[in-house]
DNA sequence: CTGAAAGCGCTAACAT
DNA sequence: ATGTTAGCGCTTTCAG
């Protein structure tokens, strides 16, 4: 790419137009400065703030974080930014951020280990002051070589066993899926995870199947599909290609209780009577589909990271958080409640 | 936030342990050198690769970008990050921008036009090569206003009078949705749509009531709801507090459909007997749920919003794109169509 | 083939 | 209350 000339104003141009030196207009525009009136008479201060917005200056971000080594901008590194989960969490971080004068910038590393690194790489080259990563994975070394690297960054979504992490308590959640169905008198139970280095796969897991074996129920089955549309589809391929079919299913997204309900209802099987399904995140998707399904706050945990995050530039200490989780009933697992959306029915998120 | 202290190597170090001047560092680490012999013997070229890769060397983004005016990065304003449609566009743009070694930044504005000029002006502060904005207001001054102070930009999703853009050819979207409710014999025909400030909006209406009027129908009833299952929960309860019903629902998002159809259900309402439904952007959750819907590349459509970018900053003449528009007939518009998935059934898109 | 010097725009000692 | 000076890390004439 070419170079494109910048037309901004400087500080000198400002300086050289009031008759002043750029220090002096440094200090007065520099937003940190409280009390501008400290550094220059207060004819001074109002000639160099008339001055700036005479010319529409801003402060070239670029230099001043050259100069402070500071760039008041912190990098998110997401599975994948699309996918309603990130997207939330990410809203919670940006939100933050914003409150506090931050840029966030985020990049999707698809779970693939040389995309992670390039990617980080690349925002750290970019001097941001500190790190969130949603991709973590469990006991990776990667993290281990950032934060030899005096990067400060806190995790959320997944958790590291060395690392502060902001997490839903997925091994309550596992159990409490699994208590759910199997108070509906569910035996044969499944699940559909993700990929055993997450960890939020592995708690909800091992919460699940301890919850199913200590009821007395044979070890449940899982497929590894993922969080996908796709994912649900294929596993519940996979299920009905090997009776006899589970009578209790749990995703680890509504996303994949919609692909897999999908295959049910094309084979003729109903939900619940003949599956009972219990989705993750009770996102609209589970709302408008009458599912049930295992919520957490994902705003606030984004939100939570970020703060953490900058309590830790400011040298305090810190500590992992986990945020409770909630099971909402709907007709995916009881079919005495109303199928369809009433009329007056709240419905908790924007998206 | 206080300053972190930055451990990276600099030039000056690696220059300091081969004996050259940082000059000489300088022009055997820059990428953009295709042929670094030109400028030093090979065994000083080598000695600076060997010592910048022991001291794990990274060029400094930031100060690269202050010394050349040229930030190699690219700002890219969505609507909402978080939807489905806007999460795909950026992955094209993402794509290519990876490809071509820029980095892409991104910020949700929320239509709201105070917090996209906010966002937009940050990313300048930030010295962004070129902006892509998917939030365009029809007619707006804003853009007008960027241009002014010569920053280049595309429009991607959608249009405006004025200015470059890679959009969906949506009239022809609306005439499709409507001419298929038509041949189907429906006549009651209503939609959920987006604001009038949306391209995307006004021309999906225009093309569906010029359709619809041409054909005799009265005119189609316009729910603005717009894009989430809550917009299209809240047009179906609308809808069902007005009879007559319509028998033929066009919404501009497939989670609207997915609102919308939950309502219906609740009120014992039969899709596609009662009311056909079709809905947009062929996502997953179309395919899941049966729903007839109009498909568009969407990440092609972001794919060539950089690459029109990219060619505006080298220079060459680039003109606006239209993407042509797919129908594809499901369930929800035709009760011949099977019901789920049936287990070989392709899916199109990795969500 | 190599280097000295200037400077991108800004901030922060250290003056006065 | 204001200015001088130095320099963040890098690229880029200009000189040899």
Redesign the pocket.
């Known amino acids: 790419m070419p170079?494109r000339v910048?037309q901004?104003?400087?500080?000198?141009q400002i300086?050289a137009q009031v008759?002043?030196?750029?220090?002096?207009?440094?200090?007065i525009?520099?937003p940190?400065e409280t009390h501008p009136?400290?550094?220059?008479?207060p004819?001074?201060?109002e000639a160099i703030r008339k001055a700036a917005s005479d010319l529409g200056?801003?402060?070239?971000a670029?230099?001043?974080s050259?100069?402070?080594?500071r760039s008041q901008t912190v990098g998110v590194l997401l599975p994948m930014i699309g996918d309603y989960v990130l997207a939330t969490i990410f809203a919670g971080i940006d939100e933050v951020a914003r409150e506090n004068g931050v840029m966030a910038i985020t990049a999707s590393t698809l779970d693939e280990p040389a995309l992670r690194a390039e990617r980080t790489f690349k925002m750290l080259d970019h001097l941001v002051d500190g790190m969130i990563f949603a991709d973590a994975h469990l006991d990776e070394h990667f993290l281990d070589g950032i934060e030899a690297q005096r990067v400060p960054f806190t995790l959320v979504h997944r958790r590291h066993s060395r690392h502060i992490s902001v997490t839903a308590d997925d091994r309550a959640a596992g159990r409490m899926a699994a208590e759910h169905l199997i108070s509906l008198g569910r035996t044969r139970l499944a699940m559909v995870t993700g990929r055993r280095y997450m960890s939020t796969g592995t708690d909800r897991v091992e919460g699940f199947v301890s919850a199913a074996l200590e009821a007395g129920l044979p070890e449940p089955t899982i497929y590894d599909n993922g969080f996908t549309v796709r994912a649900g589809r294929d596993a519940a391929v996979a299920m009905l290609a090997r009776p006899p079919y589970p009578d209790g299913l749990f995703a680890f997204h509504d996303l994949a209780i919609l692909g897999a309900a999908s295959v049910f209802r094309h084979h003729g099987l109903r939900v619940p009577d003949d599956i009972a399904t219990v989705g993750f995140y009770d996102s609209p998707m589970a709302w408008a589909s009458d599912m049930t399904s295992i919520g957490v706050n994902l705003q606030d945990m984004g939100r939570r990271s970020l703060e953490l995050l900058l309590d830790r530039l400011s040298g305090k200490p810190i500590e992992s958080e986990v945020f409770p989780v909630t099971l909402t009933v709907r007709h995916s697992t009881d079919p005495s409640r109303p199928v369809g959306s009433p009329m007056e029915a709240p419905i908790a998120r924007a998206l």
């Open positions: 170079t910048s901004r104003p400087t500080q000198r300086a008759g002043v030196s750029v220090t002096t207009v440094s200090r525009l520099n940190e009136e400290r550094w220059a008479s004819e001074t201060v200056y801003r402060r070239n670029l230099a001043v050259l100069r402070t080594s």
